[in-house]
């Protein structure tokens, strides 16, 4: 017996869908050296990094694209792809706040992003304070956040920059970094996603054009929450950028990004690269809550969100944690990871990945354990919806060398209607009798008598899906940090509208 | 006043004939019992007036105040005032119970154009009455239902009905699967909620139940029809004979 409410599906409303009407410098179609070379040139950069761009891109021409994701498009015509695009206003470098283009702001504002430092940030769905249930959780005052915005292909503006120079944070597009702090870009860049590492990271070593730097000294609590908001206008435009995190020993942050994109008919490439390094006792926390343009409910258009995503505990008792929400692009295919080097470091990753309608999700993580006791803790939720396809594929291994290594891995998987589906690979590779590996996985379903119970207290069904999706989720958007929680549950809600009729 | 209504009402499941021809009607202030064997249909009649997907009306009506069931959607039925304790509630992990009954107390205060409890208001209200349920404050910040023994799972489907204060309560099987403290405790609960105005059906296999929620109405159900109603001496009498007397008698 089927629940007749859960069969329908209708169009769902993506609220970041209007494009941004600018003139652009945008590179013609098409990828060889002399657009590798114009990029480099285009920031200004150094020798070494033109030579780093160009053997990579010399590496990307013997690779080929992967082919073991459980997802499912076209192959991908590198050469219709536009590798450069940035406002023209914006054509000579970096400004004051006070000089980007007016329209740009605009379109920030209407993200809910803020650009001007007395405010805050209001994130990827608009109109969050009115939430009636947050007088049950309470209202706090909210931090301040610092923002670095990135569009199309450079980065616009960075806000706060000078009360973190105060406490020395460096937070900066990173083609600016390449200038004021090249001895640590030149150390750090490629030291944890190496040029060669997969297909699309020697893409990206090659041609990407901005993202975010961030450094946190010794000793240093990073006063308030970095963010960087990565927006996709252009068309037939591929986004990739590239972030840089580095945490001096003993110091701590904690990093916020999201991604919106206009509705377009043509499928998008994204394909970033984010590093992030942790010296002994330093952590850093790094939140995504990635809501790019899915498609549309026939699974015409979206972004192809391609990003390869590692950290590394260098040091001695480092940690890194990665919290995602994924909820946009037509197809995510990503796995933030951890490298356990230093020994006692901890690595984390928790995830709410949702497809709805034709979208597809391959995403997981991999905790390679090297140091002694070394632990981590992965916590994966997978929601499907339509006809969509979720899958949770991680990999946790633990070396010779990282005696009395720990992991906890929990894949959940919720279903809803029976149209979609959801998969679970776990890989696990110990080479040490000592370490301790536990994996618990379950599937359920929004079950019709779940709904019904909820429908014969008074709620209504797409609501009720919404606080059962919720609930499911709500290990993972306890690591949120506060602002960002109430979106994230926000932004699920929005992103399953049409999941019943 | 006429709260329910059924008249000649006919209903299959997947193809098979389950109620044939039942008619029933509950005025304000008036608690019926349901009893029968099992397969006889009563927790078909509980699910039919609820509007669970699956069900058949092949013919006869059935009126709630006045308004035609069949057209309204279940969570319509709900802000008309219709409530089902459930004979197994569902359990949904990860929502919180608090969560769970404020946002059903929201949607029919919407749904009924009312201003909505506030926040503390509600806190207030659950928490007095699930001293009374006896249920300790801890649970409420629990999943629904999530790990419930089965007494605390049907106390807190008295805790929801004390709370939403619906017209008609329908209570499917409430006491199966209770100890004698738990049936007085969730008996007394039901008792607070009685009032002229508001109505009761309680569907039950055991006169037990009636010791302690006193009926106005037997009603015995056999085949899914009525076969025979009574004040509640019907219900002692079918507890020493058995059903099979209803056919011979």
């Known amino acids: 017996m089927s629940n007749p409410f859960v069969e329908n599906l209708v169009d769902r409303e993506y609220d970041a869908g209007f494009v941004t009407d600018i003139e652009s410098e945008t590179l013609p179609p098409g990828l060889d050296e002399s657009v590798v070379r114009f990029i480099s040139a285009k920031k200004d950069e150094p020798a070494w990094l033109t030579d780093w761009r160009l053997e990579a891109y010399r590496g990307w021409l013997e690779m080929t694209p992967p082919k073991w994701a459980h997802v499912h498009f076209s192959p991908i015509d590198f050469s219709a792809i536009s590798y450069f695009s940035a406002p023209k206003s914006q054509a000579d470098g970096p400004r004051s706040l006070d000089e980007v283009d007016p329209e740009i702001l605009r379109t920030y504002e209407k993200l809910g992003i803020p650009l001007h430092e007395q405010e805050f940030l209001a994130g990827v769905v608009k109109n969050t304070s009115s939430d009636p249930a947050s007088d049950l959780t309470g209202s706090e005052a909210r931090p301040l956040v610092a923002v670095d915005a990135v569009f199309d292909s450079v980065s616009i503006a960075t806000t706060f920059k000078d009360k973190l120079a105060e406490a020395g944070v460096v937070f900066c597009p990173i083609s600016e970094a390449v200038q004021t702090h090249p001895e640590l870009v030149r150390k750090y860049l490629g030291s944890v996603v190496p040029r060669k590492d997969n297909f699309y990271a020697a893409l990206n070593s090659a041609v990407y054009s901005d993202g975010s730097f961030v450094y946190i000294p010794q000793g240093v609590r990073c006063p308030m929450e970095l963010s960087t908001y990565f927006r996709i206008n252009a068309q037939n435009t591929g986004q990739f950028e590239r972030t840089l995190i580095i945490a001096e020993a003993g110091s701590y942050v904690s990093y916020l990004e999201g991604c919106t994109a206009p509705m377009r008919d043509e499928n998008q490439l994204h394909a970033a690269v984010v590093e992030l390094i942790a010296l002994d006792d330093a952590e850093i926390k790094y939140s995504t809550v990635q809501n790019w343009y899915p498609g549309d409910k026939n699974g015409k258009g979206g972004i192809y969100n391609f990003v390869t995503k590692r950290g590394a505990c260098i040091g001695v008792r480092s940690k890194i944690s990665w919290t995602q929400v994924e909820t946009g692009s037509a197809i995510t295919w990503k796995y933030p990871s951890v490298i356990l080097r230093g020994d006692h470091s901890v690595g984390e990753f928790y995830s709410v990945a949702l497809t709805n309608n034709y979208q597809q999700a391959d995403t997981g993580t991999k905790m390679i354990h090297i140091g002694k006791n070394t632990r981590s803790t992965i916590i994966a939720k997978g929601i499907s919806a339509g006809r969509s396809n979720s899958t949770y594929r991680g990999l946790v291994r633990t070396s010779p060398t990282a005696i009395g290594a720990r992991n906890y891995t929990q894949c959940d998987s919720l279903l809803i209607g029976s149209n979609c589906g959801a998969h679970t690979f776990p890989y696990i590779e110990s080479k040490n009798a000592s370490a301790i590996i536990e994996h618990e996985a379950t599937t359920s379903k929004v079950s019709d008598d779940q709904l019904f119970l909820c429908q014969q207290r008074g709620i209504d069904p797409e609501k009720a899906v919404g606080m059962i999706v919720n609930g499911f989720c709500k290990e993972v958007f306890r690591k949120l940090p506060m602002e960002f929680a109430v979106e994230a549950s926000k932004l699920l809600e929005v992103s399953l509208e049409g999941a019943v009729g | ?249």
């Open chain 2, 1 to 249: 006043m006429k709260l329910l209504e059924v008249d000649d009402l006919h209903v299959t499941v997947d193809g098979q004939k389950i109620l044939n021809g039942l008619s029933l009607t509950i005025e304000a202030g008036e608690v019926h019992a349901l009893m029968g064997p099992n397969g006889s249909g009563k927790s078909t009649l509980a699910n039919v007036l609820a509007g669970r997907p699956g069900y058949q009306i092949t013919s006869g009506t059935i009126h709630f105040k006045g308004e035609q069931l069949k057209d309204l959607k279940v969570e319509e039925r709900a802000h008309l005032g219709l409530f089902m304790a459930f004979q197994y509630p569902v359990e949904i992990p990860g929502v919180s119970n608090m969560e769970f009954m404020k946002a059903a107390l929201d949607a029919q205060a919407a749904a009924r154009e009312e201003e909505p409890l506030s926040a503390i208001e509600f806190m207030k209200a659950v928490r007095k009455i699930a001293e009374e349920l006896d249920l300790n404050p801890d649970f409420l910040k629990r999943g629904v239902n999530e790990g419930f023994s089965g007494g605390e799972k049907k106390r807190n489907e008295i805790l929801q009905l004390l709370l939403l204060q619906p017209t008609l309560a329908v209570l499917d099987e409430t006491d199966s699967g209770l100890d004698i403290d738990a049936i007085q405790t969730v008996s007394a609960g039901v008792n607070r909620f009685r009032n002229t105005d508001n109505g009761l059906l309680l569907i039950t296999h055991y006169q037990r139940l009636l010791d302690y929620i006193v009926p106005d109405v037997v009603h015995v159900l056999a085949n899914g029809r009525i076969v025979r109603s009574g004040d509640k001496g019907l219900a002692l009498t079918l507890e020493e004979k058995g059903y099979a007397w209803l056919s011979t008698s």
